[in-house]
Nanobody, 115 residues
Framework: QVQLVESGGGLVQAGGSLRLSCAGS????????MSWYRQAPGKQRELVAA???????NYADSVKGRFTISRDNAKNMVYLQMNSLKPEDTAVYYC?????????WGQGTQVTVSS
């Protein structure tokens, strides 16, 4: 069973930075595509960034140039470096692992950006 635990959320002023971490366990982590999603109050959960098992990345247009997703398979970790944060980035951020049509989610970490 895959388990994902996010950390690194918090309160930051607009223009600031945060680094989210996602620790994976229970499987061969490197075989999974990993992604970060977010959900703001009253809105649908949306894809923020994804990284394939081979290291290819893609980003939502709203975060391109500001956020960077990376992974360390040896440590079973995925990261989301968030720079130039905006109030509209405020949301609960979730880590997700995908492989063979199965998806696993973490419990989420709150990011709040004040103006």
């Amino acid at each position: 069973q895959v388990q994902l635990v996010e950390s690194g959320g918090g309160l930051v002023q607009a223009g600031g930075s945060l680094r989210l971490s996602c620790a994976g366990s229970g499987t061969i982590f490197s075989n999974y595509a990993m992604s970060w999603y977010r959900q703001a109050p009253g809105k649908q959960r949306e894809l923020v960034a994804a990284i394939s098992s081979g290291g290819s990345t893609n980003y939502a247009d709203s975060v391109k140039g500001r956020f960077t997703i990376s992974r360390d398979n040896a440590k079973n970790m995925v990261y989301l470096q968030m720079n130039s944060l905006k109030p509209e980035d405020t949301a609960v951020y979730y880590c997700r692992a995908d492989r063979n049509f199965f998806a696993y989610w973490g419990q989420g970490t709150q990011v709040t950006v004040s103006s």
